[in-house]
């Protein structure tokens, strides 16, 4: 599917004041299933818009101020194409199919930064959920985000820093990036690593009971394991995070994840207000013939195939619905024969689904605790 969204913010001073630069997060961060299709940034002042990889590699907006004024607008208008994603096709390495794991030495290096825990975030959450012994990996983050998607209460608060994990415990309640923080500060001290992701949550007219920051900007974490990379997981919802979340930033503390950092200077303080205003909606096709054609595609795209187990194949590029032998991405045109010598390879060719240009494994007993496999 297609989303187009609109950001609007505005600042408004008693009198005119000068800007700092401005940088602005709220651009996805694509991969082979989130593509952006148009993006721009509008300001109501004369300016100079710089965009930048910043040190998580997001993608962001550095917007420099030459003028004083006792307004500023930005308007960040973005389409982005959607493609499905599994959030559990992934197959752990032997050393983190349980929990707790230990990192290798080159991993533990680099991740260092994402396994830290600050002094303010420290919290006691064994009350609620804690980690008895071995368990499954993915059983126990499943647990984890379920049992606090039950146990914190949903709370709008669209301003404000992110609350100690103390006190989110403590009142049971809290906005979605106090869960985050919540969340990010329990795996943390299971010595796994943890980031901090912004972005949109893209529900629309999908029915899903009790669904909280629906259409919204949104917090959740990802979580590093050995394997499978970097795995999303939403707290707030307690769910995996498949392909209607659209991260747009990501980072280490809640201040990397900001969507829009600056301020203004002068001699006093100079009373404001703030304004935003979110706005996402699908893309339609107005064009009968092709929105057919489409309906057409997406009829093929949903059956089911079975393809050969055992051996890789030569592939070219098939039409949509064709049985294919290999979850191979369209990128990679040309695999050599080779056969299979263990069940955890060949299980990944029993059952796919085509979607799109992606396969995704569809296997029922790979992660027998996720949703929608019980």
């Not at 059983?139 to 103390?166: C, F, K, N």
């Not at 769910?239 to 209607?244: E, G, I, Q």
């Not at 203004?264 to 057919?292: H, I």
Request: glycine share 4%; hydrophobic share 35%.
């Amino acid at each position: 599917m297609r989303v187009q969204i609109e950001n609007w913010i505005r600042y408004t001073y008693e009198k005119p004041v000068s800007f700092s630069p401005h940088k602005i997060r709220l651009y996805p961060r694509t991969d082979p299933t989130i593509v952006t299709h148009r993006l721009q940034t509008l300001t109501n002042l004369p300016s100079d818009v710089q965009y930048r990889r910043d040190l998580y590699d997001n993608l962001i907006a550095n917007c420099f101020f030459t003028e004083p004024a006792n307004t500023l607008e930005l308007r960040i208008q973005l389409e982005v194409e959607l493609w499905p994603r599994n959030p559990f096709h992934f197959v752990l390495a032997p050393y983190a199919v349980e929990l707790p794991l230990q990192y290798t030495q080159p991993e533990a290096r680099v991740l260092a930064p994402y396994r830290e825990i600050l002094p303010a975030d420290e919290v006691d959450s064994d009350e609620i959920w804690r980690l008895d012994g071995k368990r499954s990996t993915v059983d126990a983050l499943v647990d984890l985000a379920q049992t606090l998607h039950s146990e914190i209460s949903y709370e709008v608060r669209e301003d404000g820093e992110a609350r100690p994990p103390s006190r989110t415990l403590e009142l049971r309640s809290g906005a979605c990036r106090d869960t985050a923080l919540l969340a990010a500060s329990i795996l943390r001290k299971m010595g796994l690593a943890v980031r901090l992701v912004g972005g949109f949550l893209c529900e629309f007219q999908i029915d899903v009971r009790d669904r909280r920051a629906d259409s919204a900007l949104h917090a959740w974490i990802e979580v590093f394991l050995p394997g499978a990379g970097w795995v999303g997981i939403d707290p707030t919802n307690g769910t995996f995070c498949d392909h209607r979340f659209i991260p747009t930033a990501a980072g280490v503390l809640m201040s990397d994840i900001a969507s829009v950092e600056g301020s203004y200077f002068g001699n006093e303080k100079v009373p404001s207000d703030f304004q935003a205003k979110l706005e996402l909606e699908l893309v339609v096709e107005k064009d009968l013939d092709r929105l057919a054609d489409n309906v057409e595609k997406t009829r093929l795209c949903r059956s089911v195939q079975k393809a050969p187990s055992g051996t890789w194949r030569r592939l070219g590029r098939p039409k949509l619905g064709t049985p294919i032998s290999s979850p191979t991405r369209w990128s990679n045109r040309f695999c050599p024969e080779q056969s299979f010598s263990t069940p955890q390879e060949s299980f990944i060719l029993e059952r796919s689904i085509l979607v799109g240009p992606l396969m995704f494994c569809d296997h029922p007993n790979l992660f027998p605790s996720s949703p929608n496999r019980r």
